[in-house]
């Protein structure tokens, strides 16, 4: 079925420096791509997202890109805060899955201040 | 607002009992989802309902019943719960099936 594989699992940065996530997906027919955060205790909650059409989205201090001939994405997180550390997840919308979300095992971020 | 309610919020069970979890949404959204979330891992897709009137198994059914009542709600049986069964279970809801999923606040359900 379709993999949605996502990097690094964990990923510790100090406040100020960038972080960047990435996901490799297999179905080249998926065409949404979805970023969520989850805080500690709380819901996942949609951050940014990106169709195949566009190449690059951002807002504010977060963007996200998409290489489609390489079947990848990633979540670029600039100016890091101490209110960025969070469990950070991809997903994709493959063809062959219904399109439905699959969604990657997701990154453990943490901003040391 | 309130986007999509989940009851209960905690829950115990003994093994063998069963329980249904409810979720409610009230954004008009085609399609609902029920995901379960163990410690320190990733969302797991139990059963859809791309729209109203269909159900679909997910990554890990096994164990599980849904039922789409009408297009509001969506809610989960556990027959015969087991303690493996013990986790987060979250809500969520889209437009479509490739759309933005909204999340409820989880069910927390422990299975001694």
């Known amino acids: 079925g379709e993999n949605v594989e996502q990097h690094p699992s964990t990923l510790s940065v100090q406040e100020g420096d960038s972080a960047v996530i990435k996901c490799t997906y297999s179905?080249?027919?998926?065409?949404?791509f979805p970023w969520y955060k989850q805080e500690l205790g709380k819901r996942p909650q949609l951050i940014i997202d990106?169709?195949?059409?566009?190449g690059e989205k951002k807002d504010q201090r977060i963007a996200v890109t998409l290489n489609k001939t390489a079947k990848h994405f990633s979540l670029h997180i600039t100016e890091t805060q101490p209110e960025d550390s969070a469990v950070y997840f991809c997903?994709?919308?493959?063809?062959?899955?219904?399109?439905?979300?699959?969604f990657g095992g997701g990154t453990r971020v943490l901003v040391k201040p | 607002n309130a986007g999509v309610t989940q009851t209960p919020k905690f829950q115990v069970l003994k093994t063998g009992q069963s329980m249904t979890l409810q979720c409610a949404q009230d954004?008009?959204?085609?399609?609902m989802y029920w995901y379960r979330q163990d410690p320190g891992m990733g969302l797991r897709l139990i059963y859809y309902?791309?729209?109203?009137?269909?159900?679909d198994k997910g990554e890990v059914p096994n164990g599980y019943n849904v039922s789409r009542l009408n297009k509001r709600e969506f809610s989960l049986r556990l027959e015969s719960a087991a303690p493996s069964q013990t986790s987060v279970y979250f809500c969520?809801?889209?437009?479509?099936?490739?759309?933005?999923?909204?999340f409820g606040d989880g069910t927390r359900l422990s299975i001694l």
């Open positions: 179905d080249s027919a998926s065409n949404y």
């Open positions: 309902s791309a729209s109203e009137g269909t159900t």
């Open positions: 954004m008009n959204h085609n399609s």
């Open positions: 997903a994709a919308s493959p063809e062959a899955a219904g399109n439905k979300l699959t």
């Open positions: 969520a809801s889209s437009q479509y099936i490739d759309q933005p999923q909204h």
């Open positions: 990106i169709r195949s059409n566009v």
